[in-house]
């Protein structure tokens, strides 16, 4: 168990809609990175915040949004949902102390659109 | 810009053979950081290891252990007498830097398939 914690597992849900995810880094840790995981793109960087700022952005759709929350944790919102939305989310923490952080992943969410 | 190729797409070994993932990498800054991480068939991610650009020393742990070597751009991962549970997708990362904490670049992994 990372520490990480990452709701729902899955989501399946219809073209057209939205949808939000959820992650709670690790305890203490301040930096919340989001990446997709698909067959044909891999594990792909959206999205990074650090204290509830945003730190980085990665190839991240603009129908795609995020924030931190001031107790740090989460949301990844996706809308107006097509049929290649469809993979594997993660959400990913690590300390932000310092330089290189190992970044601990969630188990992910599971999105289907249909 | 910074890459990561694993060119080894899949790789099937019998139990109790040693096996070999390769990892090549890209960067242009002297500070990098190379990780590799282990995806179960129950999906999540597991971090293995963390190395970084100026630590240079293979690390063994248990059975496995990594050689990193620069002038190759290299950070491989064997892992030694492989059992079933090894079976898995394992993904190399790179991250840059040397100031505060960037996204992981990963290769495309290599699934692991360990037969009994």
């Known amino acids: 168990d990372s520490g990480v914690t990452q709701t729902p597992k899955h989501l399946i849900t219809a073209t057209g809609q939205r949808v939000t995810l959820r992650c709670s880094p690790r305890s203490g840790d301040l930096s919340v990175y989001w990446y997709q995981q698909s067959l044909d793109q891999g594990l792909q960087f959206l999205i990074q915040?650090?204290?509830?700022?945003?730190?980085a952005k990665g190839n991240i759709l603009e129908r795609f949004s995020a924030q931190q929350f001031p107790d740090l944790h989460s949301e990844l919102n996706l809308s107006s949902l097509e049929l290649g939305d469809s993979a594997l989310y993660f959400c990913a923490s690590s300390s932000g102390q310092g330089v290189g952080d190992t970044q601990y992943f969630g188990p992910g969410t599971r999105l289907t659109v249909l | 810009a910074q890459k990561v190729t694993q060119a080894q797409t899949e790789i099937s070994v019998v139990e109790k053979e040693d096996v070999t993932l390769d990892c090549v990498y890209e960067t242009r800054d002297t500070t990098y950081y190379l990780f590799w991480y282990k995806q179960p068939p129950s999906g999540e991610l597991v971090f293995l290891i963390r190395?970084?650009?100026?630590?240079?020393q293979n690390e063994i742990s248990g059975r496995y252990s990594w050689n990193f070597q620069k002038s190759t751009s290299s950070f491989n991962f064997t892992i030694t007498a492989s059992q079933v549970v090894d079976s898995a997708v394992y993904f190399c990362a790179l991250s840059e830097g040397d100031s505060g904490n960037t996204p992981l670049v990963f290769g495309k992994g290599t699934r692991l398939s360990v037969i009994a």
């Open positions: 190395r970084n650009s100026f630590d240079e």
């Open positions: 915040y650090y204290n509830g700022e945003e730190r």
